[in-house]
T-cell receptor, first 112, second 114 residues
Framework: GAGVSQSPSNKVTEKGKDVELRCDPI?????LYWYRQSLGQGLEFLIY????????KSGLPSDRFSAERTGGSVSTLTIQRTQQEDSAVYLC??????????FGDGTRLSIL | GNSVTQMEGPVTLSEEAFLTINCTYT??????LFWYVQYPGEGLQLLLK?????DKGSNKGFEATYRKETTSFHLEKGSVQVSDSAVYFC?????????????FGTGTRLKVLA
């Protein structure tokens, strides 16, 4: 379809392992956002990409978290040395500048 | 700083009841305001928006009015259905030049009983 696509939809991994989460935004959308949604919590902003500008990383909770966006399209969120508190749903959204965001269905990450 | 405060849930209503979910905000200038809805197992979908004071956003029977004087954007629906059961998020986008970072509330879970 033409929506935001995230993969995998579910990921279970052991504590201490690294994980990569992928987001394919809507074609042509210049802005891309990552959020974390923990059980019973709202959306926690993680990182924001806009065109070729330097990303806004102000929401990344620790240096174990990083993200990149290649060619202004696909984005990967990487979590190194995962901890149990990293368990959450990770949501990606994209938008045209100054337009509402479109969200993917998220990746549910479980750390054992 | 910018913030959004929503009423805590869950909100449980019978079908055809009137719904209000309160949302207030703190922001400088004139932010744009949004309501998003999240159905089980899905991402968020835009429900409605308002970009300036006194604007009323509406969609699928839901309405919200941008009230600058009370810094509020309460969500209302006259007659809810079971299919409206979901989590509702209030959000703002500041008007600071070059900033398109959204601030979301914690979400309010709505459960509608048949």
């Amino acid at each position: 379809g033409a929506g935001v696509s995230q993969s995998p939809s579910n990921k279970v991994t052991e504590k201490g392992k690294d994980v990569e989460l992928r987001c394919d935004p809507i074609s042509g959308h210049t802005a891309l956002y990552w959020y974390r949604q923990s059980l019973g919590q709202g959306l926690e902003f993680l990182i924001y990409f806009q065109g070729n500008s330097a990303p806004d990383k102000s929401g990344l909770p620790s240096d174990r978290f990083s993200a990149e966006r290649t060619g202004g399209s696909v984005s990967t969120l990487t979590i190194q040395r995962t901890q149990q508190e990293d368990s959450a749903v990770y949501l990606c959204a994209s938008s045209l500048l100054d337009q509402p965001q479109h969200f993917g269905d998220g990746t549910r990450l479980s750390i054992l | 700083g910018n913030s959004v405060t929503q009423m805590e849930g869950p909100v449980t209503l019978s079908e055809e009841a009137f719904l209000t979910i309160n949302c207030t905000y703190t922001a400088t200038g004139y932010p744009s305001l949004f309501w998003y809805v999240q159905y089980p197992g899905e991402g968020l979908q835009l429900l409605l928006k308002a970009t300036k004071a006194d604007d009323k956003g509406s969609n699928k029977g839901f309405e919200a009015t941008y009230r600058k004087e009370t810094t509020s954007f309460h969500l209302e629906k006259g007659s809810v259905q079971v299919s409206d059961s979901a989590v509702y998020f209030c959000a703002l986008r500041p008007t600071t030049s070059g900033t398109y970072k959204y601030i979301f509330g914690t979400g309010t879970r709505l459960k509608v009983l048949a």
